[in-house]
């Protein structure tokens, strides 16, 4: 009897067009120069001691409230849509604390080739590889910890801070913990963090529905041959095989690439891929689907969460570009109704309030109408204003009185800022009454 005939050898197929983790290393080099562009551009930032908060270069004030709302607002609704349309890949693909683990992984690795090279003695190399890691660690601590404080404290005040090693004050402990904490999180933590600490990541699970992207495992034609190499590369220590589901999950496709690799060579495609939701409808596969499908709006339930986004998106703008810089408040003063000098001027009293809610240094102009001959008893006018600076007086408004003058006048107040169009406050001017002939 002849032997059964051996299945035909199948040729390897080429690479994988696409190499997630390659990917992914660029999209973290881009998401590290927004984490320091954010608080030293003051992109973003909550200046603590100072009690302002900054938003694309604009300084806001805690009494803006609105326009803090709506910021807060718009990022809270931004990092819930990702996670509904595209699951974990905030994690995997810009949070600073998976960038900075897999960052020490790479030194770790790093510091071992080089004592690899510098000694034969295995002890000897251990000790040279731990203390080239920690060294790089404690360096890129301080980096990093002086970076994210600058997100709640003005960087040039930090700095001086950290040139005088500031352990007494408030804001130099504040650093000092922050980089002993980043120390021991890069050093032991790292990914174990995003499993256990991180409340985002249990929220983003509980996010997920049918149709969010996910990293899905499909093994139609029980092409796996079992070599654990997705499970190696996994850095959350999980196996995509026992089900797309798995709160560990960070939907990095590490595993993609490591299946990928084995299974070409074998004249097989990979059986992980990306996939949206449950159906495991392929990423790239369902060509016929409208683009809309492709780029995850796969129901009306992400059409409304896109609408809410474009909604705070919108106010947000909105807010910002009526913002006036610099704050003018005028009312009476009606402590004394008037008074009438030695002279025979009528005297009303005015409040001003003024805030230069802008980085730079301007000046505002203060005039009446409706008062003939009325003088404003300022120091100086136009009324100079630094940087954040807030000015507030009650000044004394007055004028002779005329022929035609009421008991009440209608006047009209105006402030201009530098740069600025005038805004106009109506105010009424009391006079004494005229005695009746
Ligand atoms: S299972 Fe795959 S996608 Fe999920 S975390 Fe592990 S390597 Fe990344
Ligand atoms: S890498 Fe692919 S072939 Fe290897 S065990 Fe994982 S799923 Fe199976």
Request: net charge positive; with cysteine; aromatic share 12%.
């Amino acid at each position: 009897m002849s032997a059964p005939a051996k299945p035909p050898r199948k040729e390897p197929l080429p690479p994988a067009e696409r190499n997630h983790r390659r990917m992914r290393k660029w999209f973290h080099l881009f998401f590290f120069l927004i984490f320091l562009a954010l608080p030293f551009l003051n992109l973003m930032r909550f200046d603590i001691p100072r009690q302002r908060f900054y938003l694309a270069g604009v300084e806001l004030w805690i009494s803006e409230f609105a326009i803090i709302f709506f910021a807060l607002m718009f990022l809270m609704f931004l990092v819930a849509a990702s996670a509904i349309l595209y699951g974990r890949i905030y994690c995997s693909y810009a949070c600073p604390q998976m960038i900075f683990s897999e960052w020490a992984l790479v030194v770790k690795a790093w510091g071992q080739k080089l004592a690899q090279k510098g000694s034969k003695d295995p002890n000897t190399r251990k000790i040279i590889a731990g203390v080239i890691f920690y060294a790089v660690l404690a360096l890129a601590s301080v980096f990093l910890s002086f970076v994210f404080t600058s997100y709640f404290v003005e960087p040039k005040d930090l700095f001086h801070r950290l040139l005088r090693l500031d352990l007494v004050t408030v804001g130099g402990i504040t650093g000092a913990t922050v980089t002993l904490l980043t120390f021991l999180d890069l050093a032991f933590l790292r990914q174990t963090f995003c499993t256990t600490v991180c409340p985002y990541g249990y929220i983003q699970g509980m996010l997920q529905d049918k149709e969010t992207l996910l990293v899905s495992y499909q093994d139609p034609t029980q092409a796996c041959i079992d070599c654990k190499k997705c499970v190696r590369v996994c850095e959350m220590g999980i196996d995509i095989r026992n089900g797309a589901y798995q709160i560990e999950c960070v939907h990095c496709g590490d595993c993609i690439d490591a299946c990928e690799d084995v299974l070409r060579r074998l004249g097989h495609p990979g059986l992980i891929q990306y996939a949206w939701g449950e159906k495991a409808h392929n990423v790239q596969g369902e060509k016929k689907e409208s683009w809309l499908r492709r780029i995850g709006l796969r129901d009306g339930k992400r059409f409304v969460i896109l609408l809410v986004l474009l909604f705070y998106a919108i106010g947000l703008g909105t807010a910002l570009s009526l913002r006036h810089p610099v704050l003018a408040y005028i009312a009476s003063d009606r402590t004394t109704l008037y008074t009438v000098e030695p002279d025979g001027f009528v005297v009303n009293k005015v409040r001003l309030k003024l805030a230069n809610r802008s980085s730079k240094p301007t000046s505002v102009r203060f005039w009446v109408e409706g008062l003939p001959g009325g003088q404003l008893a300022l120091p100086a006018n136009p009324v100079s204003l630094q940087a954040g600076q807030v000015f507030e007086q009650t000044v004394d408004l007055k004028v002779k009185p005329w022929p035609e003058a009421q008991d009440v006048v209608q006047i009209r107040m105006w402030a201009q800022a530098e740069g600025a169009s005038p805004e106009a406050t109506d105010l009424t001017f009391l006079m004494p009454p005229r005695k009746q002939p």
